[in-house]
């Protein structure tokens, strides 16, 4: 059996604020660094989620909107693979559309918005 590990380093300031994250894996030979990471695992037992979301005091405002929308986005197609629920991926897809427009991360997509009335 194969395994694989993956590593996060956090360099924290004097109030224990994430200045830097490293992150590596054993699958690939170089370290690389990151602004956030938001990683969820799934506790069996207790039938829960459980999360952790770091971000460093350099992400810009931007960025992490971009960071969100973008992840929203991965989930939906995660979750379309995972579960094969077409429609509740497609409604998860039209929440990120809508709140990247919000953002003004996209332009209105009139498509959706006709497909949905």
Not at 1 to 17: G, N, P, R, Y
């Amino acid at each position: 059996m194969k395994k694989s590990e993956i590593k996060f380093t956090i360099t924290l300031d004097d109030q224990k604020v994430p200045e830097k994250i490293d992150w590596s894996a054993s699958d690939i030979q170089e370290q690389a660094t990151a602004n956030a990471v938001m990683i969820a695992l799934w506790d069996a037992k207790e039938k829960n989620t459980l999360r952790i979301d770091l971000w460093t005091k350099n992400m810009m405002k931007e960025e992490m909107k971009k960071f969100y929308h973008q992840s929203l986005l991965f989930m939906a197609d995660n979750f379309e693979r995972a579960t094969g629920d077409v429609e509740a991926s497609q409604a998860m897809r039209n929440f990120a559309q809508t709140l990247g427009e919000k953002m003004n991360l996209v332009m209105e997509n009139k498509f959706v918005a006709l497909k949905n009335n």
